[in-house]
C-alpha cells in the first residue's frame, strides 16, 4: 500500500512544474511572503489578493484556493466567503487553515461559517484546531497546538478527524508530530517531519499552500492533501540536517530551498506514509 501511495505522489511535483497552476491566497500578514515563496518553490504561481471586489475575478483564474484565517478581520471574512463560493461553483479546490480555532469568538464563528457556507474541499489545520472544530475543547492559547492537546490518543484523533469528514464533506487533516488525513473512509499518516518544524511560525500555513499545489494537480483530493503534507515533512528533515544547527532562521530558508529541489529519490528512498 505505500508503495502505491508514493507512486501516484512521486508524479505531482512534475505535474506541478508544467501545469504552473496559479494559487489564489486569502492568507494572513504573519507567513504571506514564506506561502508564496513555497507556492513558486514547488513549481506553481502565487496569487495573494484579498479585498473582496477582487475576490471573485481572482479566483475565476485559479487552479486552487487557499484560505486561511490567521489574521482574520471583517474585510477579509467577506472576501473568503465570496472567493469560497465562486470556487466550488467552478469546481476549483478550497483548501481551508482554520487558523487560531478555538481562541476566541470571531475565530470560531467564522470557522464555522466557511464550512457551511463555502463547504471547503480540504480542512487542514494543527491538531488543537482540528479537535476544537470537531467538538473537543482545546487547551489552545493561540495558533499553535496546545500541550494538552499533543498527548491525545492517535486513535481517538482519527476517530474524529473521520466524523468531522463524514460531517463536513471535507477531506480533514490534523497535523502535528504525525499528520493524519482522511476522508471519512480511509486514513492516511505521514511520519515524516521535524520537531524543529515548529520552531518558526508559517510551517503549517506553508504545508496548506504546498496542498493547494498538489490538489489543483491530483484528481483525489486525498492524495493531494496526503503529498503537501508529504513534501513539507520530507523537506522539514533535510532542512534539519543541512542547517538546523545555525538556528531557526536558516532553518527556513532551508525548508524553501529543500521544496525547490525536490526530488523522486527524497520521496523514494525517506517517505514514511502508511493507510491503515
Ligand atoms: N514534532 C514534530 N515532528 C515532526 N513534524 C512536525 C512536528 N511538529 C510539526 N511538524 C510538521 O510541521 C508542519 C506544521 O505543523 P504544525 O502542526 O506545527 O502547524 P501549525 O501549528 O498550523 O503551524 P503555523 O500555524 O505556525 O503555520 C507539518 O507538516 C507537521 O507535520
Ligand atoms: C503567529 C500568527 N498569528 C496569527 S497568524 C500567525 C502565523 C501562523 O499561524
Ligand atoms: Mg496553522
Given at each position: ?34 506561502c ?26 485559479a ?11 471583517k474585510r ?39 464550512l ?71 486514513v ?27 490538489c ?18 520530507l ?39 502508511f493507510?491503515?
Open positions: 500500500m505505500t508503495k502505491k501511495l508514493t507512486d501516484i505522489i512521486k508524479e505531482y511535483p512534475d505535474a506541478v512544474r508544467t501545469e504552473k497552476p496559479l494559487i489564489h491566497h486569502i492568507t494572513n500578514y504573519v507567513t504571506v511572503n514564506d508564496a515563496n513555497i507556492t513558486l518553490a514547488a513549481g506553481a504561481s502565487p496569487v495573494m489578493a484579498d479585498d473582496p471586489e477582487e475576490a471573485e475575478d481572482i479566483v475565476s483564474l487552479s486552487a484556493l487557499v484560505i486561511n484565517m490567521g489574521t482574520l478581520n477579509t471574512i467577506e472576501s473568503m466567503i465570496t472567493a469560497g463560493k465562486a470556487a466550488k461553483k467552478k469546481n476549483i479546490p478550497v483548501i481551508f487553515d482554520p487558523v487560531g480555532a478555538g481562541a476566541g469568538t470571531l475565530r470560531n464563528e467564522t470557522a464555522a461559517r466557511i457551511k457556507e463555502v463547504r471547503p474541499s480540504v480542512l487542514k489545520g494543527n491538531v488543537s484546531e482540528i479537535l476544537f472544530i470537531s467538538g473537543v475543547s482545546s487547551g489552545a492559547k493561540g495558533v499553535d497546538v496546545s500541550e494538552n492537546d499533543k498527548n491525545i490518543r492517535e486513535e481517538i484523533i482519527c476517530e474524529k478527524i473521520k466524523k468531522l469528514a463524514l460531517k463536513t464533506g471535507c477531506v480533514v487533516a490534523a497535523t502535528g508530530e504525525k499528520d493524519i488525513i482522511s476522508d471519512g473512509k480511509r492516511i499518516y505521514v511520519e515524516n517531519g521535524h520537531r524543529m518544524m515548529s520552531d518558526i511560525t508559517g510551517t503549517g500555513c506553508m504545508t496548506t499552500s504546498l496542498t493547494a499545489v498538489f489543483s494537480v491530483s484528481n483525489d483530493l486525498l492524495l493531494g492533501t496526503a503529498a503537501g503534507i508529504l513534501y513539507m515533512g523537506a522539514g528533515e533535510k532542512a534539519f540536517n543541512e542547517a538546523g544547527n545555525r538556528g531557526s532562521g536558516s532553518f527556513r530558508t532551508a525548508l524553501i530551498d529543500q521544496i525547490y529541489n525536490t526530488s523522486r529519490k527524497n520521496i523514494e528512498e525517506n517517505a514514511k506514509i493507510e491503515r
